[in-house]
């Protein structure tokens, strides 16, 4: 017949290699999510800086060119913007900042200056009632009326307050 343990689980050696190795997995898991995500910018803001050719030509193709490769690969004009951003001030990436606890989103809001030929647009309110319905998928749609003049387009984030009802 076999002894059980007399110590806690968490004083067992097995137990504590079991936990150094999960936060180990863990750790390097992320780091490599961040750091997909990093080369993925910048894989595309490389590939649309070897086109520069093609973006000189705007009296051709018109000033939108950077808004229209953004619509056609379903992204925001302004992510194009950083992904190009990202490729233009660190051509290599190993001169990142900030080593493994670095982060698009870090990269954006610490390094990576604004689009400058973006313009913000100001916040448009709506005042007004709006109907909430539930979808087939699950999820949920807000249907304003034809007036409210909301102006936003595919990708933008919308601030919502939602109140009872009269």
């Given at each position: 017949?076999?002894?059980?343990?007399?110590?806690?689980?968490?004083?067992?050696?097995?137990?504590?290699?079991?936990?150094?190795?999960?936060?180990?997995?863990?750790?390097?898991?992320?780091?490599?999510?961040?750091?997909?995500?990093?080369?993925?910018?910048?894989?595309?803001?490389?590939?649309?800086?070897?086109?520069?050719?093609?973006?000189?030509?705007?009296?051709?193709?018109?000033?939108?060119?950077?808004?229209?490769?953004?619509?056609?690969?379903?992204?925001?004009?302004?992510?194009?913007?950083?992904?190009?951003?990202?490729?233009?001030?660190?051509p290599d990436l190993n001169d990142l900042p900030?080593?493994?606890?670095?982060?698009?989103?870090?990269?954006?809001?610490?390094?990576?200056?604004?689009?400058?030929?973006?313009?913000?647009?100001?916040?448009?309110?709506?005042?007004?009632?709006?109907?909430?319905?539930?979808?087939?998928?699950?999820?949920?749609?807000?249907?304003?009326?034809?007036?409210?003049?909301?102006?936003?387009?595919?990708?933008?984030?919308?601030?919502?307050?939602?109140?009872?009802?009269?």
């Amino acid at each position: 017949m076999s002894q059980l343990p007399t110590a806690p689980i968490q004083n067992q050696e097995w137990y504590q290699s079991l936990v150094d190795d999960c936060q180990t997995i863990f750790v390097e898991g992320v780091f490599n999510a961040k750091w997909t995500l990093i080369e993925t910018y910048h894989g595309v803001g490389s590939r649309i800086i070897a086109e520069t050719a093609s973006f000189e030509r705007a009296n051709i193709y018109g000033q939108n060119i950077v808004q229209d490769l953004a619509q056609a690969i379903g992204k925001s004009t302004r992510t194009v913007h950083y992904a190009i951003a990202l490729a233009t001030q660190y051509p290599d990436l190993n001169d990142l900042p900030e080593g493994k606890n670095i982060s698009m989103n870090r990269l954006i809001t610490k390094y990576l200056t604004a689009p400058k030929d973006v313009p913000a647009r100001p916040a448009t309110y709506y005042n007004g009632l709006a109907t909430l319905t539930r979808q087939r998928q699950g999820g949920w749609s807000l249907v304003l009326p034809a007036d409210a003049n909301i102006e936003a387009e595919a990708g933008d984030q919308v601030h919502i307050v939602i109140r009872e009802g009269p």
